[in-house]
């Protein structure tokens, strides 16, 4: 049985009800989208929280969900378009905090060097990188996603491929 | 590169992961599956038969009924998830745990403790127990601890930097990263203090044990002013210009201006009642007990006259009110129908409902006690 089908299978049952069900979705496709949440926001607590968001809407949604569409560019839309916000935000906030700031901030892992180079990437740039490189969506599927042209998808993932030849 | 990009280490990957399935499959089990292409209309005609006699029957659902001939627009009534209308995320201190709640019905367990309260810009949640004062973030680790006697309603002052909490009925202060902790007053009574809204300076209002308010300069000592004996147990809310102090004990409101001057003394007519300053302004929501052995929210300005202007009444008990970070919203608790009740201000009131609030907040103590309300922070 082909994972699409088992995505299929996972999802009629989990629409009525079956707990397995939920369950096999969510052990299916969690990894991939934490993931591609961390690599766009580099922050682990924001990207479980975007992930953990996804899947809410998921669950929230699985009766009007279309068992003849694939689950998993839904999830990914969703993922990628809410860490690609946070990342504004937190650009936009600069994260200037009085005494809140005091506290150390995560570390995170930004040793790796793939991952620092990602990091230094506008968000959107990241996002096509990981909805590529990680997810293996095609850049017609991308500009799908993210609701832009093709032609954007394409300079993206050129200008941000080029950015990490040069630092990697 | 995918297989570069799988390498990638996650800091604490597994438990995220484990984390999330919890509130996942919790989420899950709270829903109501619907059956697919199937004849609905019959369904839906059983299901509001069901609410309509459910209704009918029980006290809560009287009580709903009853607030639906208001005629106010009734918008959803849901248990599987609680969401809210608006932005920010609402603290709050149950049985079962204090959670972090945001719009979208994800929500955040913290731990067991006994009271929470937001610092300023929500980054941080400082929490009281019986072991002592702890700051964590809101993903619940802990930033640091303070190991004090019975801890309970720490304050963060709006600029970050200090803490305010009473342990052992003393009232303390100390400094937001968990050092120079330092007693304030040893004759503070049981009530929470609140600090005034400037951030440059750090003024603190409490309540001592004979219903006094003192408002202290908590840096310099220094008492600014201090008010005739009142009620004693007073909840204390500045507005955000800190020109007005709200002190609602259990016979009286007395509105405040910044500098001490009394401008109005409103009786509450005894019960549970709450106060809560909207944003920006000087109106401010008050929730307390009517006739009828019924509650109302009305809003009000903090000046030395104007009329209330009623928002919402209910059957039973409110709980501790709250305005939502835009203004728009005022969230009220409402014990005796086990649920949270958005009001938006308008003409008529927008009204949207979240049921079975206990059960939802505290799952394995059905019957628990209603959740506490302990702050609804910071958009975004």
Known sequence: MGAGRDERVFVRAAQRGSASGIEALFRLHWPQAHRAAYLVVHDAAAAEDIAQEAFLAAVRNLDRFDRGRPFGPWLHRIVVNRAIDWTRARQLRGEAELVEAVAAPEPGSLDDSLLGALAALPPDHRAVIVLRHLLEYTPGEIAQLLGVPRGTVNSRLRRGLDSLKESV | ?380
Not at chain 2, 346 to 363: D, L, M
């Open chain 2, 1 to 380: 590169m995918k297989r570069e990009l799988d390498r990638i280490e996650i800091p604490d990957e597994h438990d995220a992961r484990e984390r999330s399935w919890a509130i996942v499959s919790a989420a899950f089990a709270e829903r109501e599956p619907q059956p697919r292409r199937r004849s609905w209309k019959p369904a839906v005609a059983i299901a509001v038969a069901l609410v309509v006699v459910a209704g009918l029957l029980s006290p809560p659902g009287m009580a709903v009924l009853d607030e639906l001939r208001q005629a106010v627009a009734l918008e959803s009534e849901s248990a599987a998830v609680v969401t809210l209308p608006s932005r920010g995320r609402v603290l709050v201190a149950a049985e079962g745990g204090t959670w972090i709640v945001k719009p979208d019905g994800s929500r955040r367990r913290l731990g067991v403790y006994t009271s929470a309260t937001w610092s300023p810009r929500g980054i941080f949640v400082a929490v009281s127990s019986p072991a002592g004062l702890t700051a964590l973030d809101p993903q619940g680790n802990v930033r640091w601890s303070l190991p004090r006697k019975r801890v309970i309603w720490p304050r963060w002052a709006p600029s970050g930097f200090r803490i305010a909490y009473l342990a052992d009925g003393r009232l303390r202060v100390v400094v937001g990263d968990g050092t120079g902790d330092r007693l304030l007053a040893a004759n503070a009574g049981p009530n929470a203090p609140a600090w005034e809204p400037a951030i440059n300076v750090h003024v603190l209002a409490y309540a001592d044990r004979a219903g006094r308010i003192h408002v202290v300069d908590t840096d310099s000592g220094q008492q600014r002013w201090r008010s005739d004996p009142g009620d004693l147990n007073v909840q204390l809310e500045w507005s955000s210009d800190g020109t007005r102090l709200l002190a609602l004990g259990a016979q009286n409101l007395r509105i405040f201006q910044g500098n001490g001057v009394l401008l109005r003394t409103i009786p509450t007519g005894g019960g549970p009642a709450s106060v809560s300053f909207r944003r920006n302004g000087h109106s401010f929501a008050f929730a307390r007990r009517v006739a009828g052995g019924r509650s109302e929210v009305v809003v009000l300005p903090a000046e030395r006259t104007g009329g209330a202007r009623s928002i919402f009444r209910g059957a039973g008990a409110f709980g501790e009110i709250a305005w939502s970070p835009d203004g728009k919203w005022v969230l009220v608790p409402w014990a005796s129908a086990d649920q949270w009740v958005f009001v938006r201000l308008g003409r008529p009131p927008r009204i949207v409902t979240e049921s079975e609030i206990t059960r939802y907040f505290s799952p394995a103590a059905p019957g628990g006690v209603f959740p506490t309300l302990s702050g609804w922070c910071c958009a975004g």
